[in-house]
């Protein structure tokens, strides 16, 4: 190994999520939730050591009654619904299928939308309303009836972007973006790898038995952090806590 790709690893770490039947890379200073509190088990959540940022892996139910943007776009509106948000607008979206933004999936319908939500810290009656910058990229795997969606959620403390400014090539790792906390989704986005398909095989088999529930956790690091909403697979036996006791 180099000097340069030691440096670059250094920065860089490899997670195995749901039982290494998924992997991606994140930024060094990204951290599991899951080492501080109790995570879902159909999610993987991690939090910036630095700032309160935080990028979540989600495994949903395909929303089969929504076809190509209309599921990011609901996504987006239902995380505004359960985060009580006060103003949610979408800045940016965009149907990125058949490119290679995420280039292990890349056979798969893709979607990316840019949207800011106002939002209370922690939901709290009597807190600040405090803008919050939200990534969210959509990967659409119909055969297996599941929708991944990765979202990067950025305090935006700073004048929001121009809405001119966002486009395709903001989430390709190593180009420029408005936001410098994109880095983490643009790792995320091109080292997402599934290496056990059979972790959606039981999901579909009990599809049936899945009901929907809402709660909300906290992105939380010494002290501070966001709430946000968290969309729950309640499966019988579920495939998903099986492969992460695996």
Known sequence: MTRKEKSISEKV??????????????????????DIRQVPDNQEVFIDDASDA??????????RDKEGLEAATYFFNDLAEHNDAQNATIQYKEDL?????????????????????????????????????????????????????L?????????????????????????????????????????????????F????RIRESVQHEYTHITARQDGVGWAFSIRLLKVSNNALIKSREA
């Open 97 to 149: 299928s058949g490119t290679s933004l995420v280039p292990n999936l890349a056979a798969y319908p893709t979607y990316a939308l840019v949207g800011t939500q106002t939002v209370s810290k922690f939901h709290a009656a009597d807190a600040a309303l405090l803008p919050v910058r939200i990534y969210l990229v959509n990967v659409r795997l119909q055969q297996t009836g599941t929708d991944v969606l």
């Open 151 to 199: 979202t990067l959620n950025l305090p935006a403390l700073a004048q929001a972007p121009a809405a001119a400014s966002f486009n395709a090539a903001m989430f390709v790792k190593g180009n420029v973006c408005p936001d410098s906390g994109m880095a983490a989704l643009q790792e995320a986005l091109a080292s997402l790898t599934i290496r056990n398909w059979g972790l």
């Open 54 to 63: 935080s990028l979540i892996l989600e495994l949903l139910d395909l929303e």
């Open 201 to 204: 095989g039981g999901a579909i």
């Open 13 to 34: 770490r490899s997670h195995a999520l749901f039982g290494g039947a998924i992997t991606i890379s994140l930024p060094a200073s990204f951290s599991s939730a899951s």
